[in-house]
DNA sequence: TTCATTTTTTATCATTTGTTAAATTTTTTC
DNA sequence: GAAAAAATTTAACAAATGATAAAAAATGAA
């Protein structure tokens, strides 16, 4: 997906403003396995997925996944990008992928000089926290096997691409309790 | 709480784009009990606390509640204000409270004209973007009694404001779940 | 205060999910 | 293609949480 989709999915910018982001951009590739961010790191740059599928993860006694992104989606420290602090979350690829790279500072600075970036980036964050605030909804309210389904309808892709134990993880329960839904689904 | 604090508390602006808006806002008091906004309904302000305490639920079987504001919080549908469609959430006041009210049409057309209140607005949803992210990831790998504990940690002013119903559900367990947690606490 | 209502706790049993270990299947590597 | 490694499933039992009902405590109204 190239970056003047991804920028208008989005929030359509008018063309002059697009471009000036555009020109902040460079591609960058990595293979499956790759670590892009490491946690407790501040990270200079956000990314957007042109090609491939990545993992967001914090580490306890084991491994949490609370993130998948694919195609057209940005890949962002929160912590980072928002308060310039060390972050929690590492990225891990899970295939190989093609990315497109900005740096924060640019970003930063456009958001001050451009009010249409402004809003992009309003649009960008505002998007995010629907898409998060309907995930902690489902999980106070449905059980594990009615998330699998709803993840299954919602995402059907996913289940394809992800290894189940990460997709156990992001469902908030054990490989193994996944394993048994799924046969009891059969 | 004032409302020049409340603004500052998100986003420092400058003194003429606070100005421009704070003569958009209006006060307004409802007592304990009121339900501020219901579902399935487009909600056309945005409201700042400044004094009192309000949860937002969605409703199912039973009611889930998502989310405690007080002072010096902001009342959004976010999907109203986002997107521009009717909200899942209700919000119901639990103690008498003054609000300053925005109407949401008066901010985007701030948003388009200023690039600092574009900003203001952007770091609001990061923010809360932030705090979302953060509670997903901790209901992901802490269990109900971890959970209550965080919560006196963090807010133990919500667990004497609150009744213990709404905190269970918060916690995204029972009120009897809860109530034998606490017991086992002693 | 006193009574009625609401909230919280306690108890019991059912269900869901976790833990551990082993078996099976799939994928990777040589 | 065979061996090794990784991922997934299955099984048995443990622990956490849910559901229901009843008792106790707290709150609110007359």
Redesign the interface.
């Known amino acids: 997906m190239d970056i003047s989709k991804i920028l208008d999915l989005i929030y359509q910018l008018p063309e002059q403003s697009k471009l000036e982001l555009q020109n902040n951009v460079s591609e960058i590739a990595f293979p499956k396995g790759h670590i892009l961010l490491k946690a407790n790191k501040i990270e200079s740059n956000i990314y957007f997925i042109k090609k491939g599928l990545v993992r967001a993860f914090?580490e306890?006694d084991?491994e949490?996944t609370?993130w998948f992104g694919k195609e057209g989606e940005t890949i962002i420290s929160?912590?980072s990008?928002?308060?310039d602090e060390p972050g929690?979350e590492n990225i891990e690829l899970l295939e190989d992928c093609e990315l497109y790279e900005l740096k924060t500072k640019n970003l930063r600075k456009l958001?001050?000089?451009?009010?249409h970036i402004?809003?992009w980036?309003?649009?960008f964050?505002?998007?995010?926290?629907?898409k998060?605030?309907e995930?902690?909804?489902s999980?106070?309210?449905k059980n594990a096997s009615e998330r699998y389904l709803e993840l299954m309808k919602d995402h059907p892709e996913l289940i394809k691409r992800v290894q189940l134990g990460h997709i156990a993880?992001y469902l908030?329960i054990t490989q193994v309790s996944l394993s048994r839904i799924r046969a009891e689904l059969k």
Do not use: C, H, P, W
Not at 125 to 130: C, D, S, T, V
């Open positions: 914090v306890r084991n949490v609370f929160m912590k990008y928002v308060e929690y958001f001050n000089e451009d009010v402004a809003n980036g309003r649009k964050a505002e998007k995010e926290l629907i998060t605030e995930r902690l909804i999980r106070q309210f993880s908030g």
